[in-house]
Every structure is written in C-alpha cells, then in structure tokens.
C-alpha cells in the first residue's frame, strides 16, 4: 500500500476540527445562558442518574426501576423537570452513581462528567498523542454528545480502551477493567470472544470474577429487592426499544436501521442477529490470526456496536479509540483508496446520524460502523499474510500526514 497525495492534509484536519469545537462551544454557551435547570436541564440523561442516586440513598434503590417514583425523585433535583428519563442499570452500576445525589444536581453533572471525562483522556493520550490528534478528539461529536448528555460513555469507553492497552502487560488488570465494564453487559459481550481467540485465559477468569463479585457488591450492599426490580425491568426495555419511534434515530444499530425503514421486530431482530454473527466471526478472526494491536483493538470496540441491537449516539463516544487506532495504521502502513473518507464519517456518525434520520428517516450507523469494521478486517488480513508484527501505541504519527 502506497500514501499518496490526499485532501485529507494535516492543516485540513486541524481547521475542520477548529470548526466543530467552535460549534459545539457555542452550542454549549448557548446551552448554559439559557438552561434555568427547567424542563431540559443540562446534562439532560444525568437527571437519571441523579434520581437513582438520591432513591438509593434514601434506602429505596429499587424504586429506581419504577419510573413514576423515579420522576419524583428526579424531580427533587430538578423541580421543572417534565420528562421523565427510564433507570435500567444493573445494581452494579448504583456504587458508581450512589455519591451523587450529595451534591446538587448542576454539581453532580459536572463532578461525574469531567472525571469520567479525565479518565477517557488518559486513555487517548495512552493510544496517541500530539496536537493534530488532540484538536481531532477536541471536535469529535461522540466526545460533545456524551458530554452535554451527561452520559456514561466517557466512563465505559475508558474501561474497554484501558482494559484492551493493558492486556499484553498486565492481563489481570485488564480483566479487571473488564469486568467493570459490566455496568453496561451489552457493551461487554464481545470481550469474552477475543479473548478465547488468544488463550487469554487470566484475563477472562479476572474479567468474570470481577463482574461477579460487582454485581454481588451492589445486590448486597442495596438489597434483593434491587436485583429483582432490575431483572424485571429488563422486558419493559425491551418493549421500549421495540416501539419508541424517537429512540431509532439515536440508535446506530441494524435493528433501529431496520424499524426506521417499517420492518417488524422479529424481522429486525432476525437480521440483527445475522449481522451479529459476522461481527463476532470477523473478531474472532482478527484476534485469532493478526498480531497487529491496534487492528484487533479497532475491531473489537467497532464491532461492539454491529452486535448489539441496544447502545445510543452517545456511547460512540468509543469511536475516538478505532478511529486513533486505524489512524496509526494507516500512517505507518499506508491508505487504500476510501479509508480516510470512512474515519471521517466515523468522526462524524454521532451527530449526523441523528440529524440524517430525522430528516431522511434512515439510520445511517450501521452502514458507516460495517465500513470500518471492513477497512479493519482488510487491513487486519493484509497484516496477517505478511507477518506484520504488533504496533506500538504513543506515536505522535498524525504530525506525519501528508
């Protein structure tokens, strides 16, 4: 593979970059002069966690799974507040969340995002770091996203990219990393696989003991009683997922593809499932014969978002990772015709997508995450027929672009 001349220079980069930031700042200070912490509070989703939060201090954590006594509680936090956002986190997730409501909520949103926010950082910059690839992360829309939703996808892609950088060196705390990540299992399954591919047999008893005794931590520490809301919840989600028309134009998936288009449910989960299946193979493949790090980490984070049929715009905030990755590759390795134009719609999924379906009622993530699982699985299967070894992480490549 030759690099030749492309559009996509590194000034390019920089200045598209610097136009989204500005556009996602102004967003933001627009956000702040005119939110009274009213019917749409920032941090909008956060309000979830802030309600679950003060439900389970008050000894009541399984109320959370209950979303009238859910509303009051968010409505505690905040008093205007006119929509009610759903609980339907394992009990788990309660001792990340359980300080919160400590604080009043417009504290809370900002002690829980900007550390989450810290940790997913640190990982980038453990993957890549110089000034191209920081203005790139400062533009990203999966970055801003998360970060006005007050979601958890800052936290959740900092434990699968921090679980994947440590697996080599320090398999037990990868599982570890792991098993934490079971705050959100659906965004797990795919652990399991590449691991198998490996023989990584440490990391996966750590991952699984891990998860266990989390889970067990949570039920014991809040009561039963939590455990079963949760488990109970589980069917309404589902119903949830299957006929809340606004839901599909924030879901990347092939079902909300699929539904979008007025495909029924069984259907939509039968090519789902379908689609699952390749993903799965094509990680067990990756992982199994390429040695190339930051291919197999690219494929496992990407091909996270094929498999489930459940995960939001917010969570490709894990986007940044695949795409740094592949980036490196390709700089040390040379492009093949397309691949930049795919991390770009990468770059750009969380937010046009949901812009793209509300006007033209089509989901555009699984076609824009199938690519770069493809332009992975290629790169991965060109690597593993010429024995290229594994790549080191921390290069400042993107000061190279040409």
């Known amino acids: 593979?030759?690099?030749?001349?492309?559009?996509?220079?590194?000034?390019?980069?920089?200045?598209?970059?610097?136009?989204?930031?500005?556009?996602?700042?102004?967003?933001?200070?627009?956000?702040?002069?005119?939110?009274?912490?009213g019917g749409h509070p920032l941090g909008l989703d956060f309000i979830a966690f802030w309600g679950a939060s003060y439900l389970a201090l008050a000894g009541h954590a399984q109320d959370a799974y209950n979303i009238p006594l859910l509303f009051k509680a968010?409505?505690?936090?905040?008093?205007?507040?006119?929509?009610?956002?759903?609980?339907?986190?394992?009990?788990?997730?309660?001792?990340?969340?359980?300080?919160?409501?400590l604080l009043p909520y417009l504290a809370a949103y900002g002690t829980f995002i900007l550390s989450t926010l810290g940790g997913y950082l640190l990982v980038f910059r453990r993957i890549i770091r110089g000034k191209t690839a920081m203005w790139c992360l400062a533009?990203?829309?999966?970055?801003?996203?998360?970060?006005?939703?007050?979601?958890?996808?800052?936290?959740?892609?900092?434990?699968?990219?921090?679980?994947?950088?440590?697996?080599?060196?320090?398999?037990?705390?990868?599982?570890?990393?792991?098993?934490?990540?079971?705050?959100?299992?659906?965004?797990a399954m795919l652990f399991p696989v590449a691991l198998l591919a490996i023989g990584a047999w440490r990391t996966l008893i750590a991952a699984a003991v891990t998860a266990i005794t989390f889970m067990a931590a949570g039920t014991a520490i809040l009561g039963t009683?939590?455990?079963?809301?949760?488990?109970?919840?589980?069917?309404?989600?589902?119903?949830?997922?299957?006929?809340?028309?606004l839901l599909w134009n924030k879901v990347p998936?092939?079902?909300?593809?699929?539904?979008?288009?007025?495909?029924?449910?069984?259907w939509a989960y039968a090519v789902q499932f379908a689609v699952a299946?390749?993903?799965v193979i094509a990680v067990w493949r990756v992982w199994r014969h390429?040695?190339?790090?930051?291919?197999?980490?690219?494929?496992?984070?990407?091909?996270?978002?094929?498999?489930?049929?459940?995960?939001?715009?917010?969570?490709?905030?894990?986007?940044?990772?695949?795409i740094a990755w592949l980036a490196l590759d390709g700089l040390r390795n040379g492009w093949l015709r397309g691949e930049r134009e795919v991390l770009v719609a990468a770059w750009l999924l969380p937010l046009m997508m949901v812009l793209i379906a509300a006007m033209l009622k089509v989901q555009v993530g699984p076609l824009v995450l199938g690519s770069l699982l493809w332009m992975t699985y290629r790169r991965a299967t060109t690597a593993s027929m010429t024995g290229a070894p594994a790549s080191a992480a921390c290069e400042d490549q993107f000061e190279t672009l040409q």
């Open 1 to 37: 593979m030759k690099t030749q001349a492309h559009w996509l220079n590194r000034e390019r980069l920089i200045f598209y970059s610097r136009i989204f930031l500005a556009l996602f700042l102004i967003y933001g200070l627009g956000s702040v002069f005119f939110s009274d912490t």
């Open 290 to 322: 390429c040695r190339n790090r930051n291919l197999r980490n690219a494929a496992l984070m990407t091909a996270t978002f094929l498999v489930s049929p459940y995960a939001f715009y917010y969570d490709l905030a894990w986007l940044a990772f695949p």
């Open 253 to 266: 998936s092939v079902f909300a593809f699929l539904r979008l288009l007025g495909t029924s449910a069984t």
């Open 225 to 245: 009683a939590v455990l079963k809301a949760f488990l109970a919840s589980l069917g309404y989600a589902r119903l949830f997922m299957e006929n809340t028309h």
């Open 74 to 101: 968010q409505q505690i936090g905040v008093p205007a507040a006119k929509v009610s956002y759903p609980w339907f986190y394992p009990p788990s997730y309660f001792l990340v969340i359980l300080p919160l409501a």
């Open 139 to 187: 533009g990203f829309s999966g970055l801003w996203m998360n970060f006005f939703d007050g979601q958890n996808g800052f936290l959740t892609a900092a434990l699968a990219g921090a679980a994947l950088l440590n697996l080599e060196r320090r398999p037990v705390l990868a599982g570890v990393f792991i098993g934490l990540l079971a705050i959100k299992p659906h965004l």
């Open 277 to 279: 299946v390749v993903a």
